[in-house]
């Protein structure tokens, strides 16, 4: 076992995903590098794990991603022509990408499933507990959860992993946990763990979302692990084995396997109408963007509250008058 006290430096950050769900913007660009509001996505990410601690990073890539790459690295000729031009807060910015961590990357290869994602991070981890961040979930940097999982690390040993309460109608998109109480109040102890269980069949509402801290045991785990769900090397069937105890080949068994309840602030960028609910959420709540963005905001939601009353006390022969011919 490895010595908990340690602190957790490097964080691994899938990036391989297609980003099928929103074509055709993401045909020639990785979903990853949207933008919310002015900053692209897997930014966000980044800084959460330097704010960790987690300085240092492995993207694990695959085709058409090298935009990550540049974004990431320096641009002395954009950076000249901004300081030629006094222009220091754009500067900042740009600069700021370039100086979160140290960065590296490796390709994925197949895409056969996050288990597999994170089992190509293993030569760069080696033999040290490390985090695991997806790109779809931006957590809010007033909601630090990945140093509390770091916490709770230190404390049980084995692995962390995040959970949300959801909806019970919703839980079959996720991850779900069985959970024990430990007496400290946001932390559980996972019993068993399901990959998007069948509706009326899961056996919490504790959905698994996209932060986790893994101890390197994880990687041997997910080498015995046959595909599962959709075919792929689910993280979520190997964590399930070290949950539940199951003996493996050496005589150990491996585990424990921690949750930290979340009820902070959480972004889903994985879906279209989160995405545009997270850049409004983020936007509102911008001091050099918010003041004008809300006002502007109030002012639309109004007169689309008042055109659709206005449409809903016409009559349907009105509404059939002020309908154009053909």
């Given amino acids: 076992m ?3 006290s340690v602190g957790i430096t490097k964080a691994v950050v899938p990036v391989a995903g297609l980003g099928t769900r929103f ?3 993401t045909k020639a660009t990785p979903k990853e590098m949207l933008p919310v509001v002015d900053k692209p996505a ?6 959460e794990a330097a704010s960790a601690g987690m300085s240092d990073i492995l993207m694990v890539t695959g085709r058409n991603k090298r935009p990550l790459e540049d974004h990431f690295d320096r641009n002395y000729e954009l950076e000249a ?3 030629a031009k006094g222009d220091g807060d754009r500067l900042a910015r740009v600069c700021a990408s370039s100086e979160l961590g140290d960065i590296h990357y490796v390709r994925q290869g197949d895409p056969r499933g996050l288990g597999h994602a994170v089992l190509c991070a293993a030569p760069h981890v080696g033999n040290e507990p490390f985090a695991v961040l997806l790109g779809d979930d931006l957590i ?3 909601d630090p959860l990945l140093s509390r999982m770091a916490e709770v690390r230190a404390r049980f040993g084995g692995s962390v992993v995040a959970l949300m309460e959801v909806d019970p109608g919703q839980i079959h998109l996720y991850g779900c946990a069985a959970i024990e109480a430990t007496g400290d109040g946001d932390v559980v102890r996972i019993t068993d763990l399901v990959e998007k269980p069948d509706p009326g069949t899961a056996p919490s509402n504790y959905a698994v979302i996209g932060r986790y801290v893994l101890d390197p045991e994880i990687f041997d785990v997910l080498r015995r692990t046959e595909p599962g769900r959709g075919g792929e090397i689910q993280l979520t069937d190997a964590l399930q084995a070290l949950a539940v105890a199951t003996p493996q080949p050496d005589g150990t068994t491996g585990g424990p396997v921690h949750g930290v309840v979340f009820k902070g602030r959480r972004y889903d960028t994985g879906d279209r109408a989160d995405f545009l609910r997270a850049t ?3 936007a509102w709540e911008r001091e050099d963007l918010g003041p004008e963005f809300r006002e502007w905001l109030r002012e639309f939601v109004a007169q689309d ?3 659709s009353v206005v449409q809903d006390a016409l009559t349907p022969v009105a509404q059939d008058a002020l309908t154009p011919v053909a």
């Fill in 2 to 4: 490895n010595d908990t």
């Fill in 23 to 25: 074509l055709p913007a």
């Fill in 42 to 47: 897997i930014q966000y990410v980044v800084e």
């Fill in 81 to 83: 022509t901004l300081h």
């Fill in 140 to 142: 809010d940097p007033r």
């Fill in 280 to 282: 409004v959420r983020l």
């Fill in 305 to 307: 509250a008042l055109t």
